[in-house]
């Protein structure tokens, strides 16, 4: 056999058995997506939040957005912490309904008291920037801290910098290098070059 017979043979091969896993995973994601829609139709709250993730990146189904606010309301009506987070998100971005930062806002303080990590930045970025609320620097450092405490980096950095900026709190350099150090010591590379300015800074 030639070379190239043989090695064109293998490309058909290499394309049927990329052909066949491709559709083995599309009848996976669509089995699921029917699993998922009979538990949601029949009130199961997970289940609903799962439908409107499947529906918003459109995964055993086409992108529909509008349906997935739909389950993500059903599910957060129910008490889901995960589909009253992808509601608030819904709204603050304006996917699948008009956007509303107010209704954000109301929806991300709820999972924020319930302790939801991603709810408690995401209001600590509006309450510092003022977005559809009153700038208030002291309550959004009050929320990056906690966020900062429970391991997030990108919340030790901010505390980090609003330490050493003095935003809304008394400037402590100090402190500031300690949360930019944890940030650091987790292998954030924003906060060792942060530290790197800060430090060549104060040699100057």
């Known amino acids: 056999m030639k070379k190239t017979t043989f090695l064109l043979l293998l490309i058909l091969s290499f394309v049927s058995n990329s052909q066949t896993i491709e559709n083995v995973i599309l009848e996976s994601r669509t089995k699921l997506f029917n699993e998922n829609k009979v538990k949601a139709d029949s009130g199961d709250a997970k289940a ?3 439908l409107g993730q499947m529906y918003h990146y459109g995964v055993g189904t086409k992108i529909d957005k509008i349906k997935a606010f739909d389950y993500y309301e059903k599910s ?9 987070y992808a509601l608030a998100t819904s709204y603050y971005s304006g996917d699948g309904v008009k956007k509303d930062k107010k209704k954000a806002i109301e929806l991300f303080t709820e999972c924020s008291e319930k302790g939801d990590y991603n709810s408690k930045f995401n209001l600590a970025n509006m309450y510092f920037y003022g ?3 009153e700038v208030n620097q002291e309550k959004a450092f009050e929320l990056y801290l906690e966020c900062a405490k429970n391991g997030d ?7 980090g910098m609003i330490y050493y900026n003095g935003f809304g709190i008394e400037k402590n350099k100090e402190k ?3 949360w930019l150090n944890k940030a650091k010591d987790e292998g954030n590379k924003m906060a060792t070059q942060l530290i790197k300015e800060i430090d060549e800074k104060e040699v100057k």
Do not use: H, P, R
Request: no cysteine.
């Open 153 to 159: 980096t990108n919340s030790q950095i901010i505390v």
């Open 176 to 178: 500031a290098k300690v």
């Open 48 to 50: 609903q939040y799962d």
């Open 131 to 133: 977005e559809s609320t």
């Open 76 to 84: 957060s009506n129910q008490g889901n912490l995960e589909g009253k």
